[in-house]
């Protein structure tokens, strides 16, 4: 157990100070606004809102400006504000398919209902440093976003549900979840217990480290593991967020949020339950986030090993390994805590040490 230590507030003091300091950077050069680091470092703003579990591109933008650009320490604030705020309300489940797509490819269907609709993406870029940018005006913001040139169809149909209706995808329903109707597990206000349950491990992966999904997922493409799926969709746009208050007995809608959906499909040549048919892995974060959801929905695949009776033979398919290490705020928390004060307990090893360097010597025994 760590215990205040008083003194060394001057130094305290100080040191925020050169904080403060270093993070304005040269007074001579305007100081970043909220609204430009919203507007403009949009994909870190999103990762900070998906990993803090908090939609807010305002108060995202304020927290990555804040923590000095450090986006683990900024997913800190924002989680620590999160644990103010009251729960008024409980939503809907977000209806996907009604989404208002900006973005939606498939990697399984060329010509798919509703079409392939690229959106900006860097998977077309040559990877090449643009200088221009380095320009004082290096941007010429007057000239709009190219549109498409037909509009888009109204009615795009996820892929999973095109492969259901021939009865090739497993059902949509869980077999670790059966009640729809019980209430849905709240991470944010009650902790992790084992075994999850496949709602928990959702919101775990949702509020997970990217860089931590990203090397599990890919660990289970590279053979540690069974899991190298198709891309079914991925798509990203934005969804109405619907409540349904007591009083009225109807839904409402109360904003409009931008979210990422990733829909994985596996083939699974069957058991003796269930037929040879493909299996889902699922994935949906806040924000421009397709690396994330795309990890997060092989990591899901993965975990459901158990559930579809294949053997855990990787870290990918532990549920408790990776629920108990994918958290960048506990991460972070317990590798850095190495930088307080442990002078008593390193000098307790140190007097061990020397107690075993004189036994192994000799000079134990003599003594």
């Known amino acids: 157990m760590y215990v205040a230590v008083k003194g060394g507030e001057a130094a305290i003091d100080a040191a925020h100070a050169q904080l403060a300091a270093r993070r304005r950077g040269d007074p001579d050069l305007a100081a970043l606004t909220v609204a430009q680091i919203r507007d403009q470092m949009a994909l870190a703003v999103a990762r900070i809102m998906a990993e803090g579990s908090l939609y807010d591109p305002d108060l995202a933008a304020l927290a990555l400006k804040q923590a000095w650009g450090d986006v683990a320490e900024a997913i800190f604030l924002v989680r620590a504000y999160r644990t103010t705020l009251p729960r008024l309300a409980v939503t809907r489940p977000l209806d996907t398919a009604a989404m208002a797509v900006q973005r939606r490819v498939s990697a399984t269907f060329k010509d798919l209902p509703g079409g392939q609709v690229l959106g900006p993406t860097f998977d077309y870029t040559h990877r090449l440093i643009d200088f221009a940018l380095a320009a004082e005006h290096g941007e010429d913001a007057s000239n709009p976003p190219p549109s498409a040139e037909e509009p888009l169809d109204a009615a795009m149909p996820r892929i999973a549900d095109i492969l259901d209706t021939d009865g090739l995808i497993e059902p949509e329903t869980d077999a670790d979840d059966p009640d729809p109707d019980a209430p849905v597990p709240d991470l944010t206000r009650a902790p992790l217990t084992f075994p999850a349950g496949r709602a928990l491990r959702l919101q775990a992966l949702a509020r997970g ?159």
Do not use: W
């Not at 850095?336 to 002078?343: E, G, V």
């Open 209 to 367: 480290d990217e860089g931590f999904l990203l090397s599990l997922a890919y660990s289970s493409q590279r053979g540690h593991g069974t899991t190298h799926p198709f891309a079914g969709e991925i798509r990203m746009g934005t969804v109405e967020v619907e409540i349904i208050p007591e009083d009225l007995g109807f839904p409402v809608t109360i904003g409009v949020v931008t979210v990422t959906e990733c829909q994985m499909v596996n083939q699974f040549q069957g058991s003796r339950t269930a037929p040879p048919q493909f299996t889902r892995g699922y994935g949906l974060v806040f924000g421009f986030a397709e690396r994330k959801a795309m990890a997060m929905a092989l990591v899901d695949r993965a975990l459901r090993a158990p559930d579809l009776g294949e053997a855990v033979v990787a870290p990918v398919q532990d549920e408790e390994f990776v629920l108990s290490h994918l958290d960048v705020v506990e991460a972070s928390g317990f590798v850095q805590h190495l930088k307080l004060p442990h002078y008593v307990d390193f000098q307790a090893e140190l007097d061990a040490v020397r107690r075993m360097r004189r036994a192994a010597s000799g000079e134990g025994a003599s003594s």
